[in-house]
């Protein structure tokens, strides 16, 4: 069975550019988190998309937006891209939201975003 | 604001021997809690849970404790092998805010033949 699945793996963009990252939620699961982690710190929420909704959003700028599609799976937009931008982008999906159990909420290996 | 925290940044421990890792939270509302692993490449993989109405939860070669007194938490990994090498992160799971996560700073652990 598959896990989390992110793509593309690498990316470098230019300051300034558009990038769309997209992540696949293992079968059955209908939530999916987006978070950034930059190179030496914890990850850092994003979003959380339930059943299409945004049911969760953290402390970052309007450059970045999120849409989940009816087979669950969600991309990340980010604008105008900045250096600070420059991270690992983590995808998580469990099979639904709210619940205090992180048995079901699995990590993809994520896209490692470089801003040049 | 409210954070999750590490008190070391990078451990060295000999194969065979136990690791504790540490971690500080300041929101005294934090009702559950999460060790995650990361290794080079990966995302960061579940190693155990516990909730705030417990002191101590046991998983295979770990054990996690909780201070709720001073806002504390550890991870204690027996008999350390050489695939245990990698970066540890404490995590905070505010469940009514649905599955947002926050994450501490994080651990690297070297394992030392």
């Known amino acids: 069975d598959a896990g989390v699945t992110q793509s593309p793996t690498h990316l470098i963009k230019t300051r300034g550019q558009h990038v769309t990252l997209r992540c696949s939620p293992i079968s059955g699961h209908k939530s999916v988190s987006w978070y950034q982690q930059v190179l030496g710190q914890g990850p850092q929420f994003i979003f959380q998309?339930?059943?299409?909704?945004?049911?969760g959003r953290g402390n970052f700028p309007d450059r970045f937006s999120a849409r989940q599609f009816p087979n669950y799976s969600s991309e990340l937009n980010v604008n105008a891209l900045l250096l600070g931008d420059s991270a690992l982008y983590l995808c998580?999906?469990?099979?639904?939201?709210?619940?205090?159990?992180?048995?079901?909420?699995?990590f993809g290996s994520g896209t490692r975003l470089t801003v040049v | 604001g409210e954070s999750v925290g590490l008190h070391l940044p990078t451990l060295s421990v000999q194969e065979g021997d136990n690791s504790i890792i540490n971690c500080a939270y300041s929101?005294?509302?934090?009702?559950?809690f999460i060790w995650y692993k990361q290794e080079s490449g990966k995302g960061p993989q579940f190693i155990i849970d516990?909730?705030?109405?417990?002191d101590k939860r046991q998983g295979q070669r770990v054990t996690v404790l909780l201070n709720k007194t001073v806002k504390h938490l550890s991870l204690q990994i027996a008999a350390t092998q050489p695939g245990d090498s990698a970066v540890y992160f404490c995590?905070?799971?505010?469940?009514?805010?649905?599955?947002?996560?926050?994450f501490g700073g994080g651990t690297r652990v070297l394992v030392k033949p």
């Open positions: 998580a999906s469990s099979v639904a939201s709210g619940t205090q159990s992180s048995y079901g909420y699995t």
């Open positions: 998309y339930y059943e299409k909704e945004e049911r």
């Open positions: 995590a905070e799971n505010r469940g009514a805010a649905g599955n947002k996560l926050t």
């Open positions: 929101n005294s509302a934090s009702d559950y």
């Open positions: 516990i909730r705030s109405n417990m």
